[in-house]
Each structure stands twice: as C-alpha cells, then as structure tokens.
C-alpha cells in the first residue's frame, strides 16, 4: 500500500499509522527528522539513521532511567485501587538494566554477560535446533496452519523459558507472563476486570522468580539462573527479579516478530526463497535483511537529562525521545534501495535492530541463532512454503512491536525418498 505521506498529517498513535508507519517516517527523515507531537504523553521522535546513532552513543544525555517521567516506573499511568492492592504483592520498581543508566547499569550488564557465556549460547543453540524440529513435526503437512501462533509465538516463549528456569508443561504461563510484562508497559486496558488478571499474572511471575533464585540460591544448578545468583554481587533481590522479567518480555515478542517476519517477506519475495534453497549460506544474510528491514522494535525510549541539539533541532531537557530505529533501518542516505528486502545486501549488518552503544541487545546471539536455525529447518523440511488463501497478513497497531497476528501457510513436505 502507497500512501502520500506527509508530515502534516502524522498521528504518532493513528492505528493505521502503528500498523504501517514506514511512509510516514520516510516524510519524516526527508522534512522533520526531529519532530515533536503533544500525542499520548508527548514525544520527540527521531527517524535518520545518523541521529538515532548520535544519540545511542550519548547515554549522558539520552537516558534509559524512564523513572525520571513515569512516577511508578513504567507506566505512565495511575492504577486503581484495586489493581495497587493486587500489585502490593509484584516486586517493587527499581531503575534496572534496560531502565537504568551508568554504574547501576554497568553492573546489572555485567552479570547478565555471566549468563549468556558462549558455552550456554551453544547448549541453547541444540535446545532451539530440537524444539524446531518438534514444532515442525506438527506443522510441516501440506495443511494450512497458522504458522505465528504455532511456532513464531512458541519457539521463543520454550527457549526464554528454559533460561528462567520454568520446568514442566508451562508454556501458556511463560506466555501469560510475557504478555502481562507487555501490557503494564502500554495503554491501561479497558476493563477494571483486565488490568487486574494482568496485574494478578504479573504478581504471579514475581513471585515465581522469587522462589526459583531462592531455590538457586540454595542449591546451585548448572544453569542460566544460577549463573546471574552467583554474579549477583551487589546487586538486590529486587533488581534481580526485574532483570529477569525483562529477559522475558525481551527475549520473547522480538524473536517471534524476526521469524514471523522472516517468513512473510520470503513469501513476499518467492525467489530470494528459491536462492536459499539453492545456497543455504545465504540464511545468515536473510536473518539480517529481516533485521535491517522488518525490525521487530520499532523504536527506543529515552529522557534528555540536558538541552540538546540535534538533527539540526533542539530538544529540551526531560523530554521524552523515540530513537526510530526501524526509520535509521530504512534512510536511503545509508542503505541503497532501503525500502528493498534484498537477502544479498552486504552491509545488513549495520543496522540498529539490537541497538548500539552501552545497551546494545544481550541476547542478539541467541535471536539470530533463532531465526538461522527456523529457516535452516524450515528450507530442509519443506519442500515449498506457500501462503494458504485469504487476506494477506496485517500488522496490528502497535507502538514497539513489528507483529503480526497470523500468518496461514502451507508447509510442503520435502521428499526424503530420494
Ligand atoms: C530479534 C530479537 C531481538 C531484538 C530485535 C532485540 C532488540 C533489542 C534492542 C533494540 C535493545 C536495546 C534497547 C535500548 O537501547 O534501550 C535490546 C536490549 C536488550 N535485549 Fe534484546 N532483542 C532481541 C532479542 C533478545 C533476546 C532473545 C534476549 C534475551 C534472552 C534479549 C535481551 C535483551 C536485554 C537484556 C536487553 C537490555 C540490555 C541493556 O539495557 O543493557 N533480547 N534488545
């Protein structure tokens, strides 16, 4: 779909402006690179690359402590009494790792490098290679199947899960959790009854992680969660508990997004599909396109601590900044042809999706041996991927997520007679 953007007519939260903002911020880049909208709570966004780097590289200045303009951590709005109530029992808001500047910052990052060794990378990379292949068990029949909900939803929410430590059958919990985590941090929902099975979920995951470190702490494992207890110096229960959520909702939704999106631009594109079946090399290239192209975070938050220019404006101390680095992603004064998905383009790499500077992503290894592997598999089980019938796949309106909401194929079995 083309549509004549202008500047003039952006609406940051439109939901058909959050559903497909890609033309608007092309406007953007061209005509207002630093814009500011009195929308929602107000914001200045930034959508050229060479800002959006600027700024990633001053944490002095553009900070990640949200604390500094929502007054109960991450929302930025007042609960009921009732959810407060059911909320006493979640673990309290603290400025932690992803919310968190300078040294508190520093040493949140340090202990989660003592969990994602290379070693720990690689027993996670057979873990994913596994699940794959049982997931694709069920799915690779020549029926139609949604494949978002039954495998991009799932494979993340399984690894994530095994990182914290959830054993057994509980892979709606893991997703409950992922998905309360992520409600708190948007709009309120529109039921009292809503917001308080979320804020129960929430309390519920808490008090899980709570009882797992414990439990680590105990007796040590030979696993990720006793690895961070024993790098835990300095660092409070509380602090530990909030890194761990924000492992789940990190590491869950932007992986689904990858491979979901993967896939719908490979159907989109059926004969850069046909290359990867003939060079399977090519797979590590189609990850970082995907990333480059689809980036599955849209945007970055951050607070000026200072007035700053910047992109030729001037923004204002306490302001509350959208790093667009699905825009940076796509400014043609870097990226040749940037609106093309092209699987061969040789600088991908450079793009912003897992950020860049002192938060730089933690798990990007993991998220790119994710969508390596799905398509490794997907490409040697199939012997074709085809879009069942029916409307194409939309986006649904969302701030931070590229999603979407199903995604119906048809997964040909390859034939392994030959
Ligand atoms: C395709 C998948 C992923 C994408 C696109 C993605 C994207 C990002 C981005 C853009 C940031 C920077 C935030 C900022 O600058 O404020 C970030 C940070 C982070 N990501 Fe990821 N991520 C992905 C997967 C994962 C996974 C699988 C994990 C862990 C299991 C993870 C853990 C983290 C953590 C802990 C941070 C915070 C780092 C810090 O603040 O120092 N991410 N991610």
């Avoid at 079946?277 to 607070?303: F, N, Y």
Wanted: charged share 30%; hydrophobic share 40%.
């Amino acid at each position: 779909m083309t549509i004549n953007a202008s500047v003039d007519d952006f609406r940051l939260l439109d939901p058909a402006t959050l559903a497909e903002p890609y033309e608007y911020w092309r406007a953007l880049r061209e005509s207002a690179p630093v814009h500011a909208v009195s929308e929602g709570v107000g914001y200045t966004i930034v959508t050229r690359y060479a800002d959006v780097k600027a700024a990633l590289r001053d944490p002095e200045t553009f900070s990640n402590q949200l604390s500094r303009r929502f007054q109960s951590g991450m929302s930025a709005y007042k609960d009921s009494e009732a959810v407060q109530a059911v909320m006493a029992n979640a673990c309290p808001y603290a400025d932690a790792l992803a919310f968190s500047d300078g040294e508190t910052h520093n040493k949140h990052r340090k202990m989660v490098r003592r969990g994602f060794t290379l070693a720990r990378v690689r027993e996670l990379d057979a873990l994913v290679e596994q699940t794959v292949d049982e997931f694709l068990d069920e799915l690779v029949s020549g029926d139609e199947v949604d494949f978002w909900r039954r495998f991009c939803v799932r494979l993340p929410i399984r690894i994530i899960g095994h990182i914290l430590g959830v054993e057994g059958d509980r892979e709606d919990d893991v997703k409950r959790w992922a998905d309360a985590q992520v409600h708190r941090f948007g709009e309120p929902r529109e039921t009292e009854e809503e917001n308080l099975s979320i804020a129960r979920d929430l309390v519920d995951f808490h008090q899980y992680l709570y009882a797992a470190l414990a439990e680590r702490r105990e007796q040590p494992r030979d696993d990720f969660l006793t690895d961070l207890v024993q790098a835990s110096d300095g660092v409070t229960e509380n602090e530990l508990v909030l890194i761990c959520a924000q492992l789940l909702v990190a590491g869950a939704e932007s992986s689904t997004s990858l491979i979901g999106s993967m896939v719908n631009q490979l159907l989109d594109h059926p004969d850069q599909l046909q290359k990867l079946r003939e060079d399977p090399s090519l797979i590590p290239g189609a990850v970082e396109e995907t990333l480059r192209a689809e980036s599955p975070i849209k945007l970055v938050h951050r607070v000026t601590t200072r007035d700053v220019e910047l992109g030729g404006g001037r923004i204002p101390a306490d302001s509350l900044v959208l790093l667009m680095i699905a825009s940076a992603n796509r400014d043609e004064d870097v990226f040749t042809d940037a609106e093309t998905f092209d699987i061969t383009r040789e600088d991908a790499r450079t793009h912003f999706a897992f950020g860049m500077g002192s938060h730089l992503c933690s798990g990007a290894e993991l998220a790119r041996s994710e969508g390596r592997i799905a398509l490794e598999r997907l490409v040697a089980r199939t012997s074709s991927i085809t879009r069942a019938e029916g409307p194409a796949p939309v986006h649904p309106p969302n701030l931070t997520v590229r999603a979407l909401k199903t995604l119906p194929v048809i997964l040909h079995p390859a034939d392994t007679s030959a």
